[in-house]
């Protein structure tokens, strides 16, 4: 936490135990868990940002405080009481169970991976305002960004963004849906690309819902299917392939046999690359302890320790 410059408490804190424990700085760094050179870094660092000597020297060793260094003292030690009152009134207010969370998905985590996560969060934290937004995995990329939401959740682009940490979720597949008298039912061998190509597709908008792995599966293939119409929505995918405007490539998630029953489904996890939805916070931004609960509602593996953990991870990668 810097206070200006390069001043930052870790500065503060090794003059304040040099002073208290009789200018030992051995003592200091097994207090402060650091090197003796690092202690003596951090001093002379916050000499050099003062512009004045804190420390009396007498060859390597400290022997007592300058003039400057003892007027400096107190406001050293007003300034790193003030912190810790800072950081116990963080963790008090971070430990509330009221206030507002705002969660930015795509339509289809929002419509088919988040209700009974909402539902549940909401019975473990009553008193807090859930306002879920949705967008393009770009549009939620932009929220997290600019503080509008405090987590987002979608499949693809997410991890592009240096500004954001994500986490892995969950993966799933592509289902291939069609009205009950398609030909494509009659196979009795695994359906192929070749075969799906011979059929106009409705699928996902670009940058939704795993379409790049789909373009990819057809163009390694070298086959360019003819594509009669894109939505970001399955619920309207699957409506235009009932009127049989074509077949549809939605997530399997998306489909429920016994709501969907004007189509059929056939699986394709074997002929797109299997996708991972994200869930991303932005760096650096400061979670309440019932955001950690929405995430973990979510993803049970992904605990608040495990959040923090990869949190720290990613901060040192780009450091």
């Given at each position: 936490m810097?206070?200006?410059g390069t001043l930052n408490f870790q500065q503060l804190k090794s003059v304040r135990e040099t002073v208290r424990s009789?200018?030992?700085?051995?003592e200091v760094a097994a207090i402060l868990h650091t090197s003796q050179p690092g202690v003596s870094r951090q001093i002379r660092e916050l000499e050099e940002e003062l512009g004045v000597d804190i420390f009396v020297r007498l060859g390597k060793r400290l022997t007592g405080l300058t003039a400057?260094?003892?007027a400096l003292l107190p406001v050293v030690e007003r300034l790193l009481h003030d912190a810790d009152n800072l950081k116990r009134a963080g963790l008090d207010f971070s430990s509330r169970t009221d206030g507002p969370l705002s969660v930015a998905a795509t339509h289809s985590q929002a419509r088919y991976a988040l209700?009974?996560?909402?539902?549940d969060f909401r019975e473990k934290f009553p008193q807090v305002t859930l306002h879920l937004?949705?967008?393009?995995?770009?549009?939620?990329?932009e929220m997290l960004i600019s503080g509008e939401a405090d987590i987002g959740v979608a499949t693809e682009a997410l991890a592009n963004y240096p500004q954001l940490v994500t986490l892995p979720c969950?993966?799933?597949?592509?289902?291939i849906v069609v009205p009950p008298d398609h030909p494509l039912l009659t196979h009795t061998e695994p359906i192929t690309l070749q075969q799906l190509a011979q059929y106009p597709l409705i699928t996902y908008n670009m940058g939704f819902t795993g379409r790049s792995h789909i373009d990819r599966a057809f163009e390694q293939a070298g086959l360019h299917p003819e594509i009669a119409l894109t939505a970001m929505d399955a619920d309207v995918i699957k409506t235009y392939v009932e009127l049989g405007m074509g077949v549809g490539i939605v997530a399997s998630i998306a489909v429920d046999a016994e709501r969907d029953t004007a189509l059929r489904l056939i699986d394709a996890r074997h002929l797109f690359e299997i996708n991972l939805t994200r869930l991303a916070i932005r760096r650096g931004t400061w979670l309440r302890a019932y955001a950690y609960g929405f995430i973990e509602t979510f993803v049970p593996t992904l605990n608040r320790a495990a959040v923090e953990q990869a949190v720290s991870a990613a901060t040192l990668e780009i450091s």
């Open positions: 810097g206070l200006g009789g200018f030992n700085l051995t400057p260094g003892s209700p009974h996560v909402v539902r937004h949705q967008g393009s995995p770009k549009q939620i990329a969950y993966r799933w597949t592509h289902s």
